[in-house]
């Protein structure tokens, strides 16, 4: 099951190209912020979004997989960033998420309507921060 926007996009330039004009100037200005704050991450398509470098995870069945450590999504209603990283056992977008401006923050995930609600600044503290430390922690793994 896909939880994101679906997209037929093949390339990031279709995935682009896709979004509403309403959010493209932000999905735009977003994914070069990204790559200018974190340029070792290289950006991708995946999973109907942008993803940003990889870490590999065990789920909760024990199946291995790879996941971005940054993604930028273009949501029905909103932009979302998924900062998938955690340091001392707490989400680093999370930790942050007073400094982070007028989004909404779960977990690993920043949502915005504008990109000026957005405080930049400290995103770009947190994206730098999610680059030395990737991955998640599972909200149930399952116990042998």
Not at 39 to 58: H, R
Not at 65 to 71: D, E, L, Q, T
Not at 103 to 115: A, D, E, P, W, Y
């Amino acid at each position: 099951m896909n939880m994101f926007k679906p997209t037929k996009a093949k390339t990031l330039r279709e995935y682009i190209d896709a979004v509403p004009e309403e959010r493209k100037e932000a999905i735009v200005s977003l994914h070069e912020f990204i790559q200018k704050a974190v340029p070792k991450l290289k950006p991708y398509l995946t999973s109907s979004m942008i993803g940003y470098g990889s870490f590999l995870y065990k789920n909760s069945k024990n199946e291995s997989g790879s996941w971005p450590v940054i993604a930028l999504a273009n949501q029905k209603q909103y932009v979302s960033l998924y900062v998938c990283a955690v340091a001392n056992g707490q989400y680093i977008a999370e930790k942050h998420k007073k400094e982070l401006g007028k989004v909404k923050v779960g977990r690993s995930c920043i949502s915005f309507k504008k990109l000026e609600d957005l405080h930049l600044p400290a995103l770009k503290k947190v994206l730098k921060e999610a680059a030395m430390h990737p991955g998640l922690v599972l909200a149930n793994p399952k116990k042998k």
